[in-house]
């Protein structure tokens, strides 16, 4: 089994930089792949990118954050990071990350609000 969860959340200005945790507890030599999602409000949940737990590798960012946004991980300290500058109120959404195991099992973080806004 494993556990995510994420930090770093909260209220920042257009243009401001910040940076999410997400936790990795449990079995986590079993992930294979961790990524991030967000679901601003009255919309479907968006897949932001995703990084290959292994080698570090991060992929697959969303146009919309393409230069912007940056997923690394540490595996020592279990932990995958979404760095966020030139932050826009578009950006406004919860955040989550997810975790993909080598049988395809799925886990979810609790998600984590980040608001951008004047």
């Known amino acids: 089994q494993v556990h995510l969860q994420e930090l770093g959340g909260g209220l920042v200005q257009p243009g401001d930089s910040l940076t999410l945790s997400c936790l990795v507890a449990g079995q986590s030599f079993s992930v294979i792949v961790m990524a991030w999602f967000r679901q601003g409000p009255a919309a479907e949940r968006e897949f932001v990118g995703a990084?290959?737990?292994?080698?570090?590798?991060?992929?697959g960012y969303v146009d919309s954050v393409k230069g912007r946004f940056t997923i690394s991980r540490n595996s020592a300290k279990n932990t995958m990071y979404l760095q966020m500058n030139s932050l826009k109120p578009e950006d406004t959404a919860v955040y989550y990350c997810?975790?993909?195991?080598?049988?395809?099992?799925?886990?979810w973080g609790q998600g984590t609000q980040v608001t951008v806004s004047t």
């Open positions: 990084i290959t737990w292994s080698d570090g590798t991060a992929f």
């Open positions: 997810r975790g993909l195991g080598r049988y395809d099992d799925v886990y």
